[in-house]
Every structure is written in C-alpha cells, then in structure tokens.
C-alpha cells in the first residue's frame, strides 16, 4: 500500500520555507517601543563615596535635609528684601494700612 516509488505522489517541499524572514511580533528595532528606567540605580556614590543602595528601613530620603531655605515668611506683615538704584539690599515691608488695628483696651 505504499506509493514512494511513484513520481510526484508526494508534495513537493515548498521552497519558501528555508529563507529566514523576519519576526513579525518583535517590535526591539523600532524606536520608542522599549520601556526606560525612571530611577537611577542607589549604588554607592562616586562622589561621595556612601553605598546608597536600597534599604526599607532607611528613611533618609525622607527625612535628611539636604536643602534648608533661609526664606522666612509671614503673611500678615510681608517683608522683601531687593536691591536699589545703587546696588545696595533694602526691606521693603511695613505698608501704610496694612497692619491691623490695635484690640481696645480690656475693662
């Protein structure tokens, strides 16, 4: 019941099938299509030489001041500092009305 030695009574090999074609489902060529990282890596420092690699029960991010602000602000009597004609630090500040009145005295 075999049929091998008849000619042609098998299919013949497709020749399409040996040439390489591209992946259809991989989009890594194209710009654009790969995440980047938002963070950068807590290794430790070359500049100060500190290991800041990550630690859940460090809160040093939070709470360390690497940043103090001298501004110093009060809303019911502003005052500014800026520089004059001459080049020298004036306060601007107490306006004419701009305080409050004075409480009557107590009985």
């Known amino acids: 019941m075999e049929i091998n030695d008849i000619e042609g009574s098998r299919p013949a090999k497709k020749k399409n099938l ?8 991989n989009i890594k060529d194209i710009e654009g299509t790969t995440a980047s990282p938002r963070h950068f890596h ?10 800041y690699s990550y630690n859940p029960m460090d809160y040093r991010d939070v709470t360390n001041v690497h940043f103090k602000t001298k501004r110093q602000t009060n809303p019911l009597m502003p005052t500014y500092t800026t520089r004059d004609e001459d080049g020298g630090l ?18």
Do not use: E, F
């Open 18 to 25: 040996d040439m390489a074609t591209r992946d259809l489902m």
């Open 42 to 51: 807590r290794g430790i420092s070359q500049t100060h030489k500190q290991d």
């Open 90 to 107: 004036t306060t601007i500040g107490v306006v004419p009305g701009s305080l409050p009145n004075v409480l009557p005295p107590a009985r």
